[in-house]
């Protein structure tokens, strides 16, 4: 009996124990799944989902950003990887690059599982259909059953004619999968679902799958990246509608379509051919409009098709994808399949969430940050400065205003005949923006030139509730200036929630409040300094005239010692300001203050830069590099030249030298030959000259031996 147990046991547990193959782990879908089923655990599709644990699924956000195998008896997900130039997917076990077919057909024979996702690359058809041929050959060598499932694409689908040629509405499901037609583009993809479809018929040795998957979307994006990009970059008036967008779009949640494989390997189903679609029938114009609203300008335009390719972020099978007509339907997931679905309902319905999971998957959260000092400190510098660093939004109060009142006077004027639709929709507007507009010039005018905090609040709320601040982040420049001010610019709109909090800390709104606040100051003599050294061109037009400038600096520091501050507002709330004296850094262009703001924020928080600043920066990078070639050899060539100056130097020194010891050498001897010469002229040479003269005249056989004969003779001291 224990034995039977232990047995038990062990084949529960190897059960439990499954490792899945997916290539091309570093792409967007192969990624997301592999994350997916790497928190998964085996068999856990096989039990009914209580209405606990779906409203916990609720509750937790999709992004699922935790750790790899949080549980035991997870699958163990190894696959491909196109480059090992980026880091390995943490949640993978094993990944492999750039290997032969037969250390790949081993590493496949290693897996009970084998996924290959074919939606994003049309070059790994061929790879799928090698692999699920080279799988049946060694069937017969399996000790258990394999899983093949191949990702396909609704694009095998596209030119399949109605189910009825009166209603064109009715949808296709997974058991119409025999009269599907391809798109022109995508003849390998269904010639690869038929191969796999073809090699499954071994069910016991190995069972094949495909899965027709709709546009995917979520997390990163997908497809639709290119419209969040460009919605939320905010540089064009409207998102563009590739066509007269009323093209059904069948589209599915990554993850949902992760949990559809999550289904396929738990129950092994009898059908080998499913669809992965959500419930939703939405259109291309339906989704563009949807991200136009949440995240960008909240306008679109119908362009001609050919402008989506135009797109750079595009590819021809992501364009294919966007221009496809086609009603889909998944009866059999939904009623088979334990699914926990993230976006059932679809694209648009679930927009709050998808939203959220995309911007943290791709880090793209706002930086608020709020510059507070006194006039003169260099607040609108370094705002200047930090804006373009980390392309954020520089909020002026003088801006904000200009630019409200320029937009309620837009509004107030009269319109030209055929203009479109979104103009004549505010018209029904222009009564409350003219009211708005002369109580704004009555205001001006009563407080000599100056707006009252009413006007000012509600425009700058408007600005930091715009979709632009949202999305990048704001910096605000000297504003707020008193408590009440920023009480009122940070407090929530929602009177209900006011009165529940009545006599607690005043509630903020999340959205708008800043993250960051710093507070430049410095001496008034500093300040005053400053001003003073200020050229004339900078101070015209400004509040830098010496009785302004003095004005505005008493009104600050009378403000900064009244009971309640801004800074006292702020701390309230936990956001504790950061307090940099410029005066102590001694840098007029307060490049210190910047460095350390820099290093308390981070990092930036977008897409990085664009093809555009990455082309500048490289240029720029390879003229410094240029610059800095140059100046070395300049500086090399000056070295050389110096050396070879105090070279030439050193040996005209030296010779002069040596001359000068050769011609004192040659005076010493000359002056030490004088006694000598002397001697030999009166002693020696009178009888030497004489005994050469007999010795020439007689010339002997020995004229050595004849002349110290004549010399010892003709001695002058013997004689």
């Known amino acids: 009996m224990a034995e039977e147990e232990e047995t038990t046991a062990h084949s529960e547990k190897v059960i439990r124990i499954q490792r899945v193959f997916i290539n091309l782990l570093d792409s967007y879908s192969s990624r997301n ?35 790899p195998r949080l549980k035991e008896g997870t699958f163990q997900v190894v696959g491909t990887v196109s480059t090992l130039e980026k880091p390995a997917p943490d949640f993978a076990l094993e990944t492999y690059c750039n290997i032969s077919r037969e250390v790949l057909l081993v590493r496949l024979l290693e897996c009970d599982v084998v996924i290959y ?45 109605p189910l009825d040629p009166d209603d064109s509405e009715i949808p296709f499901t997974e058991e119409d999968y025999r009269r599907r037609k391809n798109h022109p583009n995508f003849l390998d993809h269904i010639n690869a679902e038929k191969m796999v479809l073809k090699f499954g018929k071994n069910v016991k040795r190995l069972v094949t799958y495909v899965v027709a998957a709709g546009l995917t979307y979520g997390v990163e994006g997908g497809v639709l990246h290119s419209f969040f990009k460009t919605a939320w970059l905010g540089e064009v008036p409207a998102l563009p509608v590739f066509g007269d967008g009323t093209n059904v779009i069948p589209a599915i949640h ?37 991200i ?60 709050g969430g998808i939203l959220r999971e995309y911007k943290q998957s791709r880090r793209l959260l706002p930086i608020r940050l709020c510059l507070l000092g006194p006039p003169a400190v260099g607040k609108s510098s370094v705002a200047e400065v930090l804006s373009k660093h980390y ?14 009142i320029a937009k309620l006077e837009a509004i107030v004027a009269p319109k030209s005949e055929g203009e479109g639709e979104e103009e004549e929709e505010d018209e029904d507007n222009v009564d409350d923006a003219q009211e708005l507009l002369d109580g704004i010039r009555e205001s001006m005018e009563q407080n000599a030139g100056q707006l009252e905090d009413q006007y000012v609040i509600r425009f700058m709320k408007e600005k930091l509730k715009s979709m632009p601040c949202r999305n ?30 009545r006599g607690k800390m005043f509630p903020f709104d999340k959205l708008t409040i800043p993250e960051f606040v710093c507070i430049l100051d410095a001496p008034d003599d500093f300040l005053k ?44 709330l936990e956001i504790h300001p950061i307090h940099i004296d410029v005066g102590k850094l001694e840098d007029a262009q307060n490049r210190l203050a910047i460095k350390r703001l820099i290093k308390e924020i981070g990092k930036p928080r977008n897409y990085g830069l664009t093809d555009e600043e990455k082309a500048e920066e490289e240029r720029r990078a390879a003229e410094e590099l240029l610059a800095k070639e140059a100046q070395e050899a300049a500086e090399r060539q000056r070295l050389e030249a110096s050396e070879a100056a105090e070279k030439t130097a050193r040996w005209e020194q030296w010779s002069k030298q040596l001359e000068d010891v050769k011609r004192q050498e040659a005076e010493l001897l000359e002056a030490q030959s004088v006694p000598l010469r002397n001697y030999l002229m009166t ?3 009178p009888t030497l000259m004489q005994g050469l003269n007999e010795c020439c005249r007689v010339r002997p056989e020995d004229p050595v031996d004849f002349l110290a004969e004549y010399l010892f003779m003709n001695n002058p001291e013997t004689q």
């Open 683 to 685: 002693y020696v040479m």
């Open 33 to 67: 799944i592999g994350k997916f089923l790497s928190n998964c655990v085996v068999g856990a599709s096989l039990e009914e989902i209580t209405e606990e644990e779906e409203e916990e699924d609720d509750s937790k956000s999709v992004t699922h950003d935790a750790g």
């Open 472 to 501: 990048q982040g704001y910096i605000l420049d000297g504003f707020p200036i008193t408590y009440d001010q920023a009480r009122d610019l940070f407090s929530q709109d929602d009177e209900e929630e006011e009165e529940e909090v």
């Open 254 to 290: 990554i993850l949902d379509l992760a949990g559809v494989i999550q289904n396929i390997i738990d129950h092994t189903p009898k059908l080998h051919y499913l669809v992965a679609v959500d419930e939703s029938v939405l259109t291309l114009e339906d989704i563009v409009k949807c």
């Open 391 to 404: 392309k954020l939004h520089h909020v002026q109060l003088k801006d904000v205003i200009s630019e409200a």
């Open 529 to 572: 300094e400053r001003v003073i050294n200020l050229p004339e061109s900078a101070v015209a037009g400004t509040h830098y005239s010496q009785d302004r400038f003095l004005r505005a600096l008493s009104s600050y520091r009378d403000i900064s010692t009244e009971d309640e501050t801004v800074c006292n507002y702020f701390d309230e």
């Open 117 to 161: 996702n074919i939606t994003e690359n049309p070059q790994q058809v061929e790879e799928a259909i090698w692999a699920v041929s080279a799988l049946n050959e060694e069937v017969s060598h399996f000790e258990k059953r394999k899983v093949f499932i191949l990702v396909s694409t609704v694009m095998t689908w596209a030119r399949s004619k």
């Open 292 to 351: 136009s609203k949440h995240t960008g300008p909240g306008k679109i335009q119908k362009v001609p098709k050919e402008n989506a390719f135009l797109t750079k972020d595009l590819t021809q099978e992501n364009i294919d994808h966007l221009l496809v007509n086609l009603r889909m339907e998944t009866l059999f997931v939904k009623e088979n399949f334990n699914i926990r679905w993230v976006a059932q309902a679809g694209f648009v319905e679930n927009i």
